[in-house]
């Protein structure tokens, strides 16, 4: 073996090179068994051994969650009374299980467990302090995790909506005057009121640049208000990503909502939206198209005045000439307000997305005649939600959690030759300041959040495949659930497809 000496500056040559290579290798591996470092840099690892009796459950230990299921692990949350360790067991149906050590000294738990096998079910425990969490809807006894679609991995595109810079009150279903019904959401110590929403952006920043995906998409409510300043802050904190994005508006982001001292920035109609994200242009509406290698993401602009609608006729007729120039190139549509018939029927309140009657009957209609388009993609139900319609056949209609508040999160598509995962994950933070502020935000909406906005596990952890003559996964996700499991109903489906060479 050769030594490099600009690897390996000031290590011995010749005999006692080798000899000392092989004992620092020996020492690595040792201490690999037993522990290595997080990714994302926390503390180590550690793994030890499955005990041999479950342990018994513990009421000190609430608001257990799967957050995200992966094709290689899954990540979950739970707070305990008193700080402690954050473990998870694992058990393979046919195989010896083990327990991994995350984290020490926590309240508010976040672990991802990796290093699993694809469509694979396991048995896992949620532990601390030698106590595990009770099984509960959003915390099954087990889970699979999602089959890896045909073909090669071609690029990760990270999606995330209703961001809402410059809010400072989490959880107002009404305002009156100075009076918030339900109460805002009480903030931790040492953050501002307006500072909530960009610290969760930026605890999903690092994470993401980690990830390095090929594009980011943010599908509305970049702000809370359309306020310039909010803007400009929304514009600053993506592109300092450093990552190619694309944005859509939503009704947060509607024109006529600022001072009169805004016409300066943002001209008579307070359109601050296009002054800081579509400067020159002077459409009402701003769709735009966004492309990695030969996919295709299509933004529209669903936005009248805060409601959703779609009958613009220059913007119908942009996206059918889109659709109609680029037979062969898989098409991911997105916009803010859902615009599909079983989410308008089961949100709260109903027809709150777009409505037939405005313009999602003819969206509709549209994709059906292009089975290039293989996703709908909406945010502003705050919600995860998987959904389709009859007439497109098995195209997911999906609903994504929002990042300010719970569900807390930003999601991943990882796209390959013959489909796609869809992924959740949680923000995060240094300073814990994201965990503290899932769980407080958890409870907002009378205490209905919990069930109404992290969504059963295959709306946010699903295989879609190419070539497959049924719905992968075949059921859509049920409202005001968040138990089952995630979506892998990929049996009878093709191993590769012609439709995107």
């Given at each position: 073996m050769a030594r490099n000496p600009d690897l390996w500056p000031g290590l011995p040559h010749g005999w006692a090179w080798e000899c000392g290579l092989l004992a620092l290798c020996l020492l690595l591996a040792l201490n690999a068994w037993g522990s290595s470092s997080e990714p994302d840099g926390g503390p180590p690892l550690v793994r030890t051994e499955l005990p041999t009796t479950t342990p018994e459950a513990s009421d000190a230990i609430s608001e257990q969650e799967v957050v995200g299921i992966y094709a290689d692990g899954f990540s979950a949350?739970?707070?305990?009374?008193?700080?402690?360790?954050?473990?998870?067991?694992?058990?393979?149906?046919?195989?010896?299980?083990?327990?991994?050590?995350?984290?020490?000294?926590?309240?508010?738990?976040?672990?991802?467990?990796?290093?699993?096998?694809?469509?694979?079910?396991?048995?896992?425990?949620?532990?601390?302090?030698?106590?595990?969490?009770?099984?509960?809807?959003?915390?099954?006894?087990?889970?699979?995790?999602?089959?890896?679609?045909?073909?090669r991995h071609?690029?990760?595109?990270?999606?995330?909506?209703?961001?809402?810079?410059?809010?400072?009150?989490?959880?107002?279903?009404?305002?009156?005057?100075?009076?918030?019904?339900?109460?805002?959401?009480?903030?931790?110590?040492?953050?501002?009121?307006?500072?909530?929403?960009?610290?969760?952006?930026?605890?999903?920043?690092?994470?993401?640049?980690?990830?390095?995906?090929?594009?980011?998409?943010?599908?509305?409510?970049?702000?809370?208000?359309?306020a310039y300043t909010d803007m400009v802050e929304a514009r600053s904190l993506i592109e300092g990503l450093g990552i190619p994005w694309a944005v859509s508006r939503g009704n947060h982001d509607r024109a006529g909502q600022g001072g009169a001292g805004e016409a300066e920035f943002c001209g008579p109609t307070l359109d601050c939206y296009t002054t800081v994200f579509r400067p020159g242009s002077d459409a009402r509406m701003q769709p735009v198209a966004a492309e990695v290698?030969?996919?295709?993401?299509?933004?529209?602009?669903?936005?009248?005045?805060?409601?959703?609608?779609?009958?613009?006729?220059?913007?119908?007729?942009?996206?059918?000439?889109?659709?109609?120039?680029?037979?062969?190139?898989r098409t991911f549509i997105l916009l803010h307000h859902p615009p599909s018939a079983y989410s308008n029927l089961t949100m709260f309140p109903p027809e709150?997305?777009?409505?037939?009657?405005?313009?999602?009957?003819?969206?509709?209609?549209?994709?059906?005649?292009?089975?290039?388009?293989?996703?709908?993609?909406?945010?502003?139900t705050h919600r995860n939600l998987l959904g389709y319609d009859d007439a497109t056949g098995r195209v997911p209609w999906v609903e994504t959690g929002a990042l300010?508040?719970?569900?807390?999160?930003?999601?991943?598509?990882?796209?390959?030759?013959g489909g796609y995962l869809r992924e959740f994950h949680r923000a995060d933070c240094d300073d814990g300041f994201c965990r503290r502020w899932a769980s407080i935000t958890r409870h907002e909406n009378f205490g209905s959040s919990a069930s109404y906005m992290l969504g059963e596990l295959r709306a946010r952890a699903f295989t879609y495949i190419d070539d497959c003559d049924q719905r992968t996964p075949a059921q859509p996700s049920m409202p005001w659930r968040v138990g089952g499991d995630s979506g892998q109903d990929t049996a009878g489906c093709g191993k590769r497809t012609d439709l995107f060479p």
């Open positions: 949350s739970w707070v305990s009374e008193s700080p402690s360790d954050g473990t998870v067991c694992i058990i393979p149906e046919q195989a010896q299980g083990w327990c991994e050590r995350h984290e020490v000294d926590r309240t508010d738990h976040l672990v991802r467990v990796r290093g699993l096998q694809p469509g694979t079910r396991y048995t896992y425990w949620l532990m601390s302090g030698g106590r595990r969490a009770d099984t509960l809807q959003g915390n099954p006894e087990a889970l699979t995790t999602l089959s890896l679609p045909p073909g071609l690029v990760d595109v990270v999606l995330l909506n209703d961001i809402h810079i410059g809010e400072v009150c989490s959880g107002q279903l009404v305002g009156l005057g100075d009076i918030s019904i339900p109460a805002c959401s009480a903030i931790p110590n040492g953050v501002q009121p307006g500072d909530y929403s960009s610290r969760m952006f930026l605890g999903a920043a690092h994470d993401i640049r980690a990830l390095a995906p090929a594009l980011v998409l943010v599908n509305g409510d970049l702000t809370n208000a359309g290698g030969n996919i295709r993401f299509l933004l529209l602009d669903s936005d009248n005045g805060g409601l959703g609608d779609l009958r613009d006729a220059g913007q119908q007729r942009w996206l059918a000439q889109q659709l109609a120039d680029h037979p062969r190139n709150n997305g777009v409505p037939p009657a405005k313009g999602s009957g003819w969206l509709r209609d549209l994709i059906a005649q292009h089975p290039q388009v293989v996703g709908v993609f909406s945010g502003h300010k508040n719970y569900p807390a999160g930003y999601n991943v598509l990882r796209i390959y030759e």
